[in-house]
């Protein structure tokens, strides 16, 4: 979708080419609408409204109190006024901003947002989330990244739709959303916090983007034009991307996911990116957000990283390395399932089952238990030998770091090690006194 600054006046008839362009099927749907109370999400929030009597859709307000500004809780009384005003219905929700660490207010609020938009819309079933981004926005983000060094693939800047989530005002210019609104006589409060230079985004535009376009007026098609490129590469990028992430196995641990090192070696950065993020959405249903330079310390840990290395590419996201292949994997599942009894029926350890049945209808407890194993742990294979030290076991059985976490013992109650199933002989029955015990996985 073209992101050029529409020469003509706005009118909300002309998002239907938007929305005609993505699919979006208007009649018996339902909107949410992001609304701080601004602008620009006054125009959306008004267009949308106008739109739906038109063509029988339903839209809901959404408005986000972050709690950052004194002026917070009069701006979320303006937005319910406003909705009341407009017929609309309207879903309030706060935020504790005390509760943030380690990242930046902006980037805390933008997540906290987001999160907030995502819930709300499940709770009244919206089946599209709208958010009011305007041609100036992708403007002063395309020359925000340019300021940073920012690669091709970054430039791409706002997306006209991602998931659910749309922008439909991407297209127009702040001057003409602001010339409708006027011709509306529609009220909107102005955030003191767009004149606050110690954001970059501010000081940009205040500053450099200002002067750009006193110097050139067609300093913002310029920009977008750079976004459209970019967003061009970014499709042709993941077409590839998505042939290689064919690639990608669910792995033996259920949670996880494998991908080939050769084949992402042999990746162009940015193709390589996109196949790592496209296999985290599609296992996960989320990528997450990964910089610059911690995408290039992952490369080259793919690159020259040793088996049984681990790369933490997310909070959420750790990346073992084994023999020819990458183990995605959440934290949680570096450690293996508690202990556990050996009950008589049947008992799941994992990914393991265990079936333990007896001839003997009066038997009580097995008096056997499952754990994982742990360090210095070792069995005797025969009464008369010598003890042979699991770990050994687990390395000529060529299991991975995360499998020998998951990998049961079956042990008596005074913690002696009596059964490796799968890697010790028998390997998948074993007779102990009156008990029969299967294991399969």
């Known amino acids: 979708m073209s992101l050029t600054p529409n020469s003509s006046k706005y009118h909300p008839a002309l998002l239907e080419t938007f929305f005609s362009r993505l699919g979006v099927r208007l009649p018996g749907s339902h909107l949410l609408v992001a609304y701080s109370g601004g602008l620009d999400s006054t125009v959306l929030a008004a267009s949308m409204a106008e739109l739906a009597h038109r063509h029988d859709f339903d839209v809901t307000l959404a408005h986000v109190n972050h709690h950052l500004r004194a002026e917070a809780d009069r701006e979320e009384a303006f937005c319910r006024d406003f ?150 590469y970014e499709t042709q990028c993941a077409q590839i991307a998505k042939e290689f992430m064919g690639q990608a196995r669910a792995g033996a641990l259920t949670g996880t996911f494998t991908l080939p090192t050769g084949s992402l070696l042999a990746l162009e950065d940015d193709i390589f990116k996109l196949t790592v993020r496209g296999c985290l959405q599609r296992y996960w249903g989320s990528a997450g957000q990964v910089s610059g330079h911690h995408w290039q310390n992952f490369r080259q840990f793919v690159r020259v990283g040793r088996v049984g290395k681990v790369f933490d590419l997310l909070p959420a996201v750790r990346v073992l390395m084994d023999r020819g292949e990458l183990i995605f994997y959440p934290p949680e599942r570096e450690s293996g399932p508690e202990q556990c009894s050996l009950k008589i029926g049947r008992t799941q350890w994992g990914s393991h089952n265990f079936q333990v049945v007896s001839e003997d209808s009066q038997a009580g407890l097995t008096g056997l238990y499952l754990r994982p194993w742990r360090a210095g742990d070792r069995v005797r294979f025969r009464p008369e030998g010598r003890p042979k030290r699991i770990s050994d076991i687990f390395i000529n059985a060529q299991l991975n770091r995360l499998e020998k976490n998951h990998w049961p013992l079956v042990v008596t109650a005074r913690d002696e090690i009596i059964w490796v199933p799968g890697l010790m002989n028998p390997r998948s029955i074993m007779q102990v006194d009156r008990w029969s015990v299967t294991w399969r996985r």
């Open 83 to 232: 909705a009341a005003g407009m017929g609309l219905p309207i879903r309030r929700v706060s935020l504790d901003p005390t509760g943030r660490s380690g990242e930046s207010i902006e980037a805390w609020a933008r997540r906290e947002r987001y999160a907030a938009l995502e819930r709300i819309a499940g709770e009244v079933d919206a089946r599209w989330i709208l958010t009011a981004h305007h041609a100036d926005d992708q403007a002063e983000t395309v020359l925000m990244r340019l300021s940073q060094q920012a690669p091709l693939l970054s430039l791409a800047g706002i997306r006209p739709s991602r998931g659910r989530l749309l922008r439909p005002l991407l297209p127009f210019t702040k001057r003409q959303l602001r010339r409708w609104a006027v011709a509306q006589g529609l009220k909107w409060v102005d955030d003191p916090s767009n004149n606050d230079t110690s954001f970059l985004r501010n000081r940009l535009r205040h500053g450099m983007l200002k002067r750009m376009v006193a110097g050139d007026p067609t300093t913002v098609a310029t920009l977008l034009g750079l976004a459209r490129m970019a967003q061009s």
